[in-house]
């Protein structure tokens, strides 16, 4: 490469890498479902952190940077939210565990899907599913016969704890290993050579699904939490059209609104309830003008055909039927033949 070559050529981004693979999100139960990373790329509409020449970034183009922990799946959200703001793209940024909080600390990520526990006196955070933890063997291992088990069923079995582990405890039972691996997937490197087995959350395990490998359902151990989370003194329009999307509310919910947008929006629909309730308290009496007339007029008629009734049609004699009529008759003279 020349010396031209190399300066023209503009310099990656910092930033954090892309999730190998995002699937669908998680069921209605609340637990994960299958599909964590089965194809690779990101959901339809997802934008990734591109490397690009900062000078022809746009600066002001409004976009939402969404981190996320590995095995978390926001496919779903993404798409509801391509659907509700077709202008503003949802940037997906992967972070490790460990780095989760620092991408939101250091403004690098306007929320994340991550996994408690976090510092409750900087981030604001929204549990929303547990996953189910699993123990990764060996497909050949004794553990692998079985649909579940517990930890008495591996007491006897080395069982890895790498540094990143997302379980909260201070040790997983069994017996421990000399050294605790770096990360989750040396951990699983570690499993795939006989050395001992790995307790993970559901979705881990699947993110690392290797054919030699399996894992069962355990009980009796911790399980993860995944959680919304975000800066609460950055709590944005952006922020909280998200918080309502991953709690399910529809476009029309007032819902996950600002206090400053609720409190006008209320303000609007009192003063629009204040205004029908006089509509309708005036209507009555504008119907009950316009009837008068014509139920005094129907009095008056219903006065003048009893007075006829009484009278016969006409003053009458000392004898009985009206003049000019015959007992019974219809009160009609008749003509003379």
Known sequence: MTGSD??????????FGLDP???????ADGEAVPGAADGPGLPSGAAASPAQDPASAPSEAPSFRLAYVPGVTPGK??????????DVPLVLTQVTAADAEAALREH????????????????????LYTETSVVVCPKDHLVAAANEVTVDDIA????????????DWERPPGQPAFERPATTADAIELVAAGIGLLIVPQSLARLHHRKDLTYRTITDTPQSQVALSWPEEATTDLVED??????????????????????SKTSKEAKEAKEAKADRAAQPKGRQQKQQPRQGQKQGQKAAGQKRQATGGGPRRSGGA?????SGGSGK???GR
């Open 21 to 27: 693979g995002v699937g669908s999100g998680p069921g």
């Open 242 to 263: 998200f918080i309502g999307i991953v709690r399910g509310r529809t476009v029309n919910s007032s819902r996950g609104r600002r206090p400053d947008e609720k409190a």
């Open 322 to 326: 009206p003049k000019g009529s015959r």
């Open 333 to 335: 003279p008749r003509r």
């Open 6 to 15: 190399a300066s023209s050529s503009p310099a990656p981004a910092p930033g």
């Open 156 to 167: 006897d079995d080395i069982v890895l704890h790498p540094l990143d582990d997302t379980l």
């Open 77 to 86: 959200w993404v798409r509801i939210w391509n659907e509700r703001h077709p």
């Open 108 to 127: 690098g990520a306007d929320a994340a899907l991550l996994r408690l526990p976090v510092d409750r006196t900087t981030f604001s955070a929204i549990p």
